[in-house]
T-cell receptor
Framework: EAGVAQSPRYKIIEKRQSVAFWCNPI?????LYWYQQILGQGPKLLIQ????????DSQLPKDRFSAERLKGVDSTLKIQPAKLEDSAVYLC?????????????FGPGTRLTVL | DQQVKQNSPSLSVQEGRISILNCDYT??????FLWYKKYPAEGPTFLIS?????DKNEDGRFTVFLNKSAKHLSLHIVPSQPGDSAVYFC???????????FGKGTTLSVSS
């Protein structure tokens, strides 16, 4: 079974630039999360999708972050414009659904450095 | 306000001995707890979980204990192996399908 795919794996940009991350979930996984992990911290939820609908985006800084999940499969996360404090690993996580406690599968992450 | 706390940033253990990683939580609504293991340059991988209706769950060398009254859980690894060296995250969930709340992680180093 193929895992969660993310690209790019690394990205370096200057502050005020824009950046986008892509995630391809495990086939059949209806639930998709984006987490932000700052160095020395645990992952923190940014947004949760169920199929192509948003379930929880309460912690997403909507003035600069946006995310979409077209057709309920792939997802993109965008930051525009980036700030220094956005330097982190961005993790895409997927699971089968919301009715039970399903295992959440993590992608390898995209490490973003904002200079 | 940290709802899941891993107060030990690091732990060093000799091969063959027991590793005990601890985790405390503050939200009494949490009813499902998980441990994830993370190697450098990889995403976290699921290790073991426990529901709040249980106080122990075992899977091979890994056992998780839950003390609801103390809002405390621990992960025991017996015997520890050098390949267990990684960062271990404790996570909690209050409702099926919702996002996990993670602790800051504990770095385990197992020496041979």
């Amino acid at each position: 079974e193929a895992g969660v795919a993310q690209s790019p794996r690394y990205k370096i940009i200057e502050k005020r630039q824009s950046v986008a991350f892509w995630c391809n979930p495990i086939s059949g996984h209806a639930t998709l999360y984006w987490y932000q992990q700052i160095l020395g911290q645990g992952p923190k939820l940014l947004i949760q999708f169920q199929n192509n609908g948003v379930v929880d985006d309460s912690q997403l800084p909507k003035d600069r972050f946006s995310a979409e999940r077209l057709k309920g499969v792939d997802s993109t996360l965008k930051i525009q414009p980036a700030k220094l404090e956005d330097s982190a690993v961005y993790l895409c996580v997927t699971s089968l659904g919301v009715l039970t406690y399903n295992e959440q599968f993590f992608g390898p992450g995209t490490r973003l450095t904002v200079l | 306000d940290q709802q899941v706390k891993q107060n030990s940033p690091s732990l060093s253990v000799q091969e063959g001995r027991i590793s005990i990683l601890n985790c405390d939580y503050t939200n009494s609504m949490f009813d499902y707890f998980l441990w994830y293991k993370k190697y450098p340059a990889e995403g976290p991988t699921f290790l073991i979980s426990i529901s709040s209706i249980k106080d122990k769950n075992e899977d091979g060398r890994f056992t998780v204990f839950l003390n609801k009254s103390a809002k405390h859980l621990s992960l025991h690894i017996v015997p520890s192996q050098p390949g267990d060296s990684a960062v271990y995250f404790c996570a909690a969930s209050g409702q099926a399908g919702t996002a996990l709340i993670f602790g800051k992680g504990t770095t385990l180093s197992v020496s041979s």
